[in-house]
């Protein structure tokens, strides 16, 4: 089955060696996405200390960013937001991020929402409370 990789202009750079996503058949595969800004560090809604720590965040302002590049990584690869068929989230504070991003979840979703699973981890690779990982059909 042919295969094709995807990369976002508006989305924010991967912080490692792989593509925003691949394309197999009608199905399209996100990496990991986290709240970043393309072409800086800057992670909207954390105030880091000097070295790197996490004094503070917002977990509504990361999850509205994330799910901005989401949304930019399935246009620039053929599909939209209304073709997401499943989501794995992964929250680093559970007990007090998980009643805030499920708010903004349903307001995101109101019509027909995909499948989802949450999980909470104990970090990510970057400073940040949230990632997705998306499939999506083109």
């Given at each position: 089955?042919?295969?094709?990789?995807?990369?976002?202009?508006?989305?924010?750079?991967?912080?490692?060696?792989?593509?925003?996503?691949?394309?197999?058949?009608?199905?399209?595969?996100?990496?990991?996405?986290?709240?970043?800004?393309?072409?800086?560090?800057?992670?909207?809604?954390?105030?880091?200390?000097?070295?790197?720590?996490?004094?503070?965040?917002?977990?509504?302002?990361?999850?509205?960013?994330?799910?901005?590049n989401v949304k930019y990584i399935l246009e620039d690869a053929g599909s939209s937001w209304e073709k997401i068929i499943d989501v794995t989230v992964f929250l680093t504070n559970m007990k007090d991020d998980f009643k805030v991003y499920n708010k903004l979840w349903a307001e995101y979703f109101s019509g027909n929402p995909p499948?989802?699973?949450?999980?909470?981890?104990n970090c990510l690779p970057t400073p940040i409370a949230i990632e997705l990982k998306v499939i999506a059909t083109v």
């Open positions: 089955m042919q295969q094709e990789k995807f990369d976002s202009g508006k989305a924010p750079e991967p912080v490692g060696l792989y593509p925003h996503a691949r394309r197999v058949g009608d199905l399209l595969f996100l990496s990991g996405v986290g709240p970043r800004e393309r072409g800086t560090k800057k992670i909207p809604g954390v105030t880091l200390d000097d070295k790197g720590n996490i004094l503070s965040y917002d977990i509504a302002e990361q999850c509205h960013s994330v799910f901005r499948c989802r699973t949450t999980v909470e981890i």
